[in-house]
């Protein structure tokens, strides 16, 4: 498979178009989003949904993520990600199948009609994981683009996928919320450098490859600006897979938890790495599980004869 994508490859970095629409549905009356969110989605790379989930939801969200945190034990340890040098936890992956409720939240169709709309396919989860910022000392996620490293270390072939963080705990100005540069989806930031075996090992804690150069990210972010994604607890963040995003730590008292749910289109499948030896373990990037979560058919057109 050709590779319109290339990054990593050892060479200076470069910026590439984007090959892909960001939205593929046709907007309609009775869509997901209004008209003007999907324009808002398509010229910004998110949207910040306030009012998909009622408190009672909310709460049994955060029941569901404080149960994750508070019982390592009853998960898979691989898929248990701490922060570098401490044993505190930053992530944990494949939510999504280790816990009930996170499971009923990656099919609720308030969320997947909205992904199968926007990515105009049939989806599945592609990678779904409970990210956590502890007060004082949750650490920060420098800038990439997901996409960067999903058809790099994945195989994932275009920018048809996006991410949903769900919030479990408010998520202010200052305690490391998703900071996103608006716009920057529209482009590819083919990354210096290459990628070391193994690299999810440490990727994971701290991301070192698969990052934008220094004057690439200040000029980014003076043309187009950051923006940060805040919100209550229960507010959904939508976000294009090739969106430039990162978050600060937490020096706060107050901890970050988020839910992270990724959908990817059912044709975009994941094929073998485009810059990596081998592909990274299942609990990170779906390849063999892949469950569609398929679009209700098209209502018939009544024929009078
Ligand atoms: O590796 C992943 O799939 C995700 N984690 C990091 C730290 N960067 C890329 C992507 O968001
Ligand atoms: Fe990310």
Redesign the pocket.
């Known amino acids: 498979m050709p590779d319109h994508y290339p990054s990593r490859r050892g060479v200076a970095p470069a910026v590439l178009p984007r090959l892909e629409p960001v939205v593929r549905g046709r907007w309609r009356k009775d869509c997901p989003l209004t008209r003007e969110e999907t324009a808002r989605f398509e010229t910004d790379g998110y949207l910040i949904l306030d009012s998909i989930f009622d408190p009672a939801e909310i709460e049994a969200l955060q029941q569901a993520g404080t149960r994750l945190l508070s019982d390592p034990r009853a998960l898979d340890p691989e898929t248990i990600i701490s922060e570098p040098g401490s044993r505190e936890i930053r992530s944990i992956f494949m939510i999504h199948r280790q816990n009930e409720t996170m499971a009923r939240l990656a099919s609720d169709p308030r969320l997947t009609s909205i992904a199968q709309f926007l990515l105009d396919d049939d989806i599945y989860v592609h990678?779904s994981r409970l990210n956590y910022k502890p007060g004082f000392v949750g650490r920060e996620?420098y800038w990439?683009s997901?996409f960067?490293?999903?058809h790099v270390?994945?195989g994932m072939p275009e920018m048809r996928a996006l991410s949903m963080s769900i919030l479990l705990a408010p998520n202010s100005e200052t305690n490391g919320p998703l900071m996103i540069i608006p716009g920057s989806h529209q482009h590819y930031y083919a990354c210096a450098g290459e990628t070391p075996d193994e690299n999810?090992l440490s990727?994971?804690k701290k991301?070192e490859v698969?990052v934008p150069d220094m004057d690439t990210l200040a000029e980014l972010a003076t043309d187009r600006g950051i923006a940060a994604a805040t919100g209550t607890a229960g507010t959904v963040i939508v976000f294009d897979c090739n969106a430039m995003h990162g978050s600060n730590g937490n020096i706060t008292p107050f901890p970050r938890a988020n839910a992270f749910i990724v959908y990817n289109a059912a044709c975009n499948r994941l094929v073998a790495p485009f810059g990596a030896t081998t592909a990274r373990p299942e609990f990170?990037?779906t390849r063999k599980h892949v469950h569609l979560i398929r679009r209700p058919p098209p209502l018939e057109i009544a024929t009078i004869c």
Do not use: V
Request: hydrophobic content about 30%; proline content about 0%.
């Open positions: 990678q996620f990439h997901d960067e490293t999903w270390e994945d999810y990727s994971l991301q698969g990170i990037a």
